[in-house]
């Protein structure tokens, strides 16, 4: 199995290459994951830098770009993965080494949309009543893995990442928003006014298309935009 | 690093270190940013690549929002579930916090499933009674099958608004310490650079998590190599219980990812071979409900008689297409997903194949229920290592006894974080001024660092063609064959010679890559280092216990022992191990004698 891997060390390299790697097809077996074949391309080559953890698709360490779209190894099947396989560090991040890119404005982007619950009440010495259904705005939005491949699969953000606050980080705010029990939604409203923020998204649908756990940023984007209208009217 | 003055290393100082941003170490530092105390948390990856992200089944409280429920049948249940090990003083710590403790995550966003009535949504899981033994309990709070990951993001988040000080991709090399034995922080290494810090802190909270990397089939995450534990070690502190290596029954057949106990909560089974519900013979009243030590050793049994699933009567199944679409696609999706990605089922349509696999630390570092460190001294067995605390799977305080139930490790984390936070504030006030480390201390630290700066012979003059990749794959294959849900004296034995020679072998392992940008290569061998501690310690504790007991089953000692074995293990560097009492007194109510244990 032919594997075509982005090589960038600072330290050594002047330009990034493109390496060919090779595994023996005795060591490839047929329900085998992209990170499982990493792992004994490093075996042979410590070299080779990736991040991972979890291996299975919750962490969120080894989002790359595979053949042209970002995913993340571990969930992704060598099995109907065209050779050779390509596979290059996120887009438009800085690279530090590798496969290993530097994620700092998109966790900037995240932290500055207050992904936390806000309520100025009292709190109750139990929980707060929330419906079943009240509840069910939520799913679709906080299993959110902050890997990165939406916001670095979309050209909104490659152009604006210092301003235009991302897929990954409007699917959050949303998640506040939707959430029944917050109560910051008109401050959350007024700080993704303006043309960059939230108005960044052209719906591309990037997002969508590359996101891991089958979230769909661009939908609450649009939700966050028609609250916003209501919010005006 | 060749030849790094560690004069020119850089140092910080906090109030406190918190090293490890899971759970224990995020609940811990919640507590302490919003006492305004300095706190610092280090961790080898951004905080929700923590392993508490794959949690999947839920937290134990006696909320009674489904059914009648108390802390103290939760107390009862948790003392039973570790086979009489745990101390009852933090057990009764725990299990009253819970109810209080669940509460406030849900106050600060965690999103909680719910009950037509708005309140927290609760699972049956496995080891829990009502009424001290009786009917099947539902204690678990559940957000899905994805609750970790919502305690974690959540408790990051808190600490995003509480602005507390975060080292992402950090790895701690080791502790450091004055003369009078006072924890000062820890040398840490810069991974993104690969240059090194001192972190001085007043105090140090030690939460980095189990160490399922021992062993071949894990859930665990890679990142779990039991760091904290060995750091521990190497300052001279003892890791308790080692030997108790929990086997979660449900591992993905062959691949090790985790099924949660919430799908047999929500009414899946075990079948065997033959199509039979076989837990009915081992546990007649909790089934596939008993705790998971008595079903992992079920389903191994069963294998091992040959009443197996599929051609090679290699695994068992687990049943769960009766539950119907509706059930699965709401309480059980991350399951659902990660069936379909990894074995290309849906178990909507078709049962999971299931093996025993290795899943949870009981064992670590021995604390109080305050999270302090406590090691046998003079004055007695439990005297605190000033500065120094631990919680969650890399502590023992030991709120799991023998064998941990589920649910109770996001419990645990949560509790004793907040726990070993206020204590911190406590000690805070009392110890104002910064101590000075001890320099031998400091240059042991950086000797360490330096240890994976060496190189080998050149090629041809006898170089070594051991490698870290290498050496580490030995080590998990020995931990499955020798150390596993069975073992014998001679068996441990032979597992424990083979480790000592993987010992050895470590001291002839070169790295090739020198570079210090982002040097994973050299992580690992730090890695592997710890898990080499830990997996002598886990055999030397598992051969010196002759008696079964929770998740230490001797086939050669098949019964409980209390006369001789109640009481906790105590493994120091070097292969000396020492033992202390169980604390059997809990703090307002009766203790439980040890009594047969039946599911």
Redesign the interface.
């Known amino acids: 199995m032919r594997f075509s891997i982005y090589r960038y060390n600072p330290e050594t390299d002047t330009a990034p290459t493109m390496q060919t790697m090779e595994l023996a097809d005795a060591d490839v077996t047929p329900d085998m994951m992209l990170l499982e074949a990493l792992r004994l391309l490093k075996a042979h080559d410590e070299s080779l830098t990736f991040r991972h953890s979890c291996g299975e698709g919750v962490c969120g360490s080894d989002a790359m770009n595979i053949n042209g779209r970002n995913g993340l190894a571990c969930i992704t099947p060598l099995v109907g993965l065209t050779q050779p396989i390509t596979l290059r560090p996120l887009p438009g991040m800085p690279v530090i080494r590798d496969l290993v890119v530097d994620l700092s404005q998109f966790y900037h982007q995240y932290r500055s949309i207050k992904p936390y619950l806000v309520v100025h009440d009292p709190e109750p010495e139990t929980e707060y009543l929330q419906s079943p259904q009240e509840r069910d705005k939520l799913d679709g939005l906080y299993e959110c893995i902050l890997c990165g491949c939406c916001s670095t699969a979309c050209p909104s953000f490659w152009w604006n990442p210092d301003k235009f606050r991302g897929p990954a980080a409007l699917l959050q705010a949303y998640r506040f928003i939707a959430d029944s029990r917050d109560q910051a939604t008109a401050e959350r409203l007024d700080a993704l006014e303006g043309p960059y923020r939230l108005f960044r998204c052209h719906t591309v649908m990037n997002c969508v298309d590359v996101c891991p756990k089958g979230l769909n940023p661009t939908k609450a984007i649009g939700q966050i935009k028609k609250i916003m209208l209501k919010h005006l009217i | 690093m060749h030849g790094v003055n560690h004069m020119t290393i850089p140092i910080r100082k906090f109030d406190t270190l918190v090293i490890g941003a899971g759970g224990g170490g995020l609940r811990a530092a919640l507590q302490l940013a919003q006492a305004d105390a300095n706190v610092a948390v280090v961790s080898k990856?951004?905080p929700?690549?923590?392993?508490t992200?794959?949690a999947q089944g839920g937290m134990n409280a006696a909320l009674a929002n489904v059914l009648p429920d108390n802390w103290h049948w939760h107390m009862y249940d948790t003392v039973k579930g570790g086979d009489f090990l745990g101390d009852q003083d933090a057990i009764e710590y725990m299990c009253h916090a819970a109810p209080r403790l669940?509460?406030e995550l849900?106050?600060?966003?965690v999103?909680?499933?719910?009950?037509?009535?708005?309140?927290?949504y609760q699972r049956p899981f496995g080891g829990q009674s009502q009424n001290f033994g009786g009917a099947q309990a539902a204690r678990t709070c559940a957000?899905a099958d994805?609750t970790g990951?919502?305690i974690l993001?959540?408790l990051y988040?808190?600490n995003?608004?509480a602005k507390t000080h975060f080292f992402d991709e950090y790895f701690a090399i080791d502790l450091i310490k004055d003369d009078e034995g006072y924890i000062l922080g820890a040398l840490v290494l810069e991974i993104?650079t690969g240059e090194p810090l001192i972190i001085q802190a007043k105090t140090t909270l030690i939460a980095t998590g189990g160490a399922g990397q021992l062993f071949r089939t894990n859930t665990n995450?890679?990142?779990n190599t039991g760091d904290g534990m060995a750091m521990a070690l190497r300052a001279g502190i003892p890791v308790q219980d080692m030997e108790f290596f929990q086997f979660h029954p449900t591992g993905i057949a062959g691949k090790g990812?985790?099924i949660s106990e919430a799908v047999r909560g929500e009414g899946g089974y075990l079948v065997n071979g033959n199509g039979e519900r076989f837990m009915e013979r081992y546990a007649p009243n909790a089934k596939d409900l008993a705790s998971r030590d008595v079903v992992s050793r079920a389903v191994a049994t069963e294998i091992h008689e040959g009443r197996g699933c599929g051609v090679n009567k290699d695994h068992i199944l687990l049943k769960v297409d009766h539950l119907g679409s509706e059930v699965i696609r709401k309480r059980l999706p991350?399951i659902r997903?990660?069936v379909m990605?990894?074995l290309?089922i849906d178990p909507i349509d078709a049962p999971i194949p299931i093996f025993p696999t290795a899943h949870y630390t009981m064992g670590g570092i021995p604390t109080n229920r305050f999270g302090q460190v406590v090691v046998p001294q003079q004055q007695g067995a439990e005297e605190p290592v000033p500065g120094l605390y631990a919680v969650g799977e890399c502590a023992c305080v030991s709120v799991h006894g023998a064998n941990r139930l589920g649910g109770n490790s996001l419990l645990d984390i949560v509790v004793f974080g907040r726990a070993a936070g206020n204590h911190i504030i406590e000690y805070l006030k009392e110890n104002r001024y910064s101590r000075v480390a001890s320099q031998c201390s400091i240059d042991a630290a950086v000797a360490h660092l330096a240890r994976w700066d060496q190189r080998g012979s050149p090629m041809g003059s006898g170089a070594s063609s051991e490698?870290?990749?290498?050496l580490r794959n030995e080590l998990k294959a020995i931990m499955d064959h020798y150390c596993g849900v069975f073992r014998t004296e001679d068996v441990l034995r032979a597992g424990l010679d083979k480790m000592l020679k993987i010992e050895q072998r470590l001291q002839n392992v070169y790295?090739?890559?020198h570079?210090?940008?982002?040097?994973?290569?050299r992580i690992e061998a730090f890695e592997l280092e710890n898990l080499v501690e830990l997996a002598l310690a886990t055999v030397a504790s598992a051969l010196a216990r002759r008696e079964s007991r929770g998740a230490h089953m001797r086939m050669d000692h098949p019964q409980r022992d209390d006369v001789k074995w109640l009481k906790h293990s105590l493994f120091f560097k070097g292969g000396m191990l020492d033992y202390k009492p169980v604390r059997m007194k809990p703090l307002t109510v009766e203790g439980f004698s040890p009594k047969p244990r039946v599911y």
């Open positions: 990856v951004f929700t690549r923590s392993h992200v794959a669940v509460v849900e106050h600060i966003g999103p909680f499933s719910r009950l037509d009535n708005g309140k927290i957000a994805r990951h919502a993001h959540a988040q808190q995003i608004r993104e995450a890679r990142i990812m985790l991350g997903d990660m990605t990894f290309n490698t870290v990749d290498g790295l090739r890559d570079s210090k940008v982002f040097n994973t290569a």
